[in-house]
């Protein structure tokens, strides 16, 4: 069996999304004649709240190292974790590497720092090595235009070092192309030297079933009869404030369609732990929808939590970006939750077809940032589209089948045979 060393300083008991990329790659990797080996940072350097329920689902056969890492000051000068634990992954991913006989090294970002760790550990031991963008990372936010500003140095910064990192590559990954496509534009000399390929981040049927067995019970809301209750859970994309402010516009102006609706977002806040990082409730009330039809939790509440909420609703909300690239990875928690699914998303996103494909529900598609008027017109009667699908729904006919090709588990093996061919052109 070969042996592949990720790095990613999240790991459980972190709570943060893009730990399940690596975490689900870790389950299925050995079923695909890939031993992984976690190398991660101390969960007492974590900013966030630890999940432990989350760290339940970690088989117990998987190798985790972790390293040490610098905390943070006061004020705060330094939070990427990648930066502060920076000397040790290289530390000890060498270490790792030279004692383990490990074939191949990969690394998810962000922390979009720690792909040059990947470049350090290439040139120190020769390991062949892999990136894995969860997200863009030279890339454009709202803001970024401003000269001087954080954002703007920031993308500065990005566009100087991601060609350091990507320089000797020898696969990249992201969880749909555009996420990485403009990085072979950007470093041309890649095209004949790279192993690429697309893997969403899939689903994991055993997660819902986990929920039956740890006793977690819903304490957001409570159940209200006569009210139809969906759930959004999982962080606001900057691009994705648009076109939920022209949904909004459209309840306050439709508002007699919308009175037995509830709203609730969940784990939008602007940190992971600030209960009063609220990033919806002031939209909702310019107009005059807070705590009638939406609400928000902001704070990030444990995966199998969000789960929980998720199967206590009556459906769920999934509301994308304007960038075609972004494909939101709660799709597939939507999905196998098996409650029928309004979604708001771009039309090249690929969780579209994951949710047509699957039946569990039904999309208004968007084309971008210009298309905020016809959203906001048609959002109304695909909602009520949407209230004729969830009265007729049945959660036996959502197509698991159909759906299977986006489970984790075939998601890695794509993984796999990426790994496979990255590591034979190495030695070719």
């Known amino acids: 069996m070969k042996r592949v060393l990720i790095i990613s300083p999240h790991f459980p008991p972190s709570n943060l999304a893009a730990v399940h990329r690596t975490r689900l790659f870790a389950l299925h ?30 088989p117990s056969t ?28 290289v530390r000890k991913g060498r270490e790792i590497i030279e004692k383990d006989k490990i074939d191949f090294l990969y690394i998810p970002i ?29 890339h454009r936010f709202p803001g970024s235009e401003k000269l001087f500003s954080r954002h ?50 899939g689903g994991e049927q055993s997660d819902h079933d986990a929920i039956s067995v740890i006793d ?9 009869t006569g009210k139809i209750q969906l759930v959004y859970a999982g962080a606001m994309l900057p691009r994705a404030y648009e076109p939920l402010r022209a949904i909004m516009r459209a309840i306050q102006t439709n508002r007699s369609v919308f009175e037995q609706v509830e709203f609730h977002f969940i784990g939008t806040g602007k940190t992971p732990n600030d209960p009063n990082g609220f990033n919806v409730r002031q939209l909702a009330q310019q107009h005059d929808l807070w705590e009638t039809i939406v609400f928000e939790y902001p704070r990030r509440i444990p995966y199998l939590d969000v789960l929980v909420h998720l199967s206590a609703a009556d459906g769920v909300f999934v509301l994308g970006s ?12 939507a999905v196998l939750s098996k409650k029928p699914v309004a979604a708001v998303l771009h039309r090249d996103s690929t969780a579209v077809k994951v949710l047509v494909e699957s039946g569990a529900g039904i999309a208004l598609t968007m084309t971008g940032d210009g298309d905020m008027p016809a959203v906001e017109e048609k959002f109304t009667g695909f909602f009520i589209s949407y209230l004729k699908f969830l009265k007729q729904f049945n959660p036996e006919r959502v197509n698991l089948a159909e759906f299977d090709k986006y489970s984790a588990k075939k998601v890695t093996g794509v993984l796999a045979g990426l790994l496979d061919e990255a590591l034979h052109k190495q030695t070719v």
């Not at 101390?42 to 339940?56: R, S």
């Not at 120190?124 to 892999?130: D, L, R, S, V």
């Open 216 to 224: 977690i019970q819903p304490y957001l809301f409570d159940k209200k």
């Open 62 to 89: 998987l190798r985790v190292e972790k390293v040490r890492a610098f905390g943070i000051t006061k004020p705060r000068l330094v939070g990427d974790i990648g930066l502060r634990a920076f000397v040790q992954l």
């Open 322 to 333: 304007t960038e075609p690239h972004y494909t939101p990875s709660k799709m597939y928690q």
């Open 29 to 58: 990797l050995p079923t695909f004649n890939w031993e992984p080996v976690i190398l991660t940072v101390h969960e007492q350097y974590y900013e966030e709240k630890p999940d432990w329920n989350l760290a339940k689902l970690i």
């Open 152 to 201: 703007w140095f920031s993308m500065r910064l990005a566009a100087f070092l991601e060609p350091i990192a990507v320089k000797k590559a020898r696969l990249i990954t992201g969880v749909a192309e555009g996420y990485y496509a403009d990085v072979l534009k950007r470093n041309p000399r890649l095209a004949n030297t790279v192993v690429t390929g697309a893997m969403p981040y």
């Open 110 to 138: 962000p922390s979009f720092y720690v792909s040059l760790v990947a470049r350090i550990l290439h040139r120190q031991t020769g390991i062949p090595y892999g990136i894995d963008y969860i997200d863009p990372w030279v």
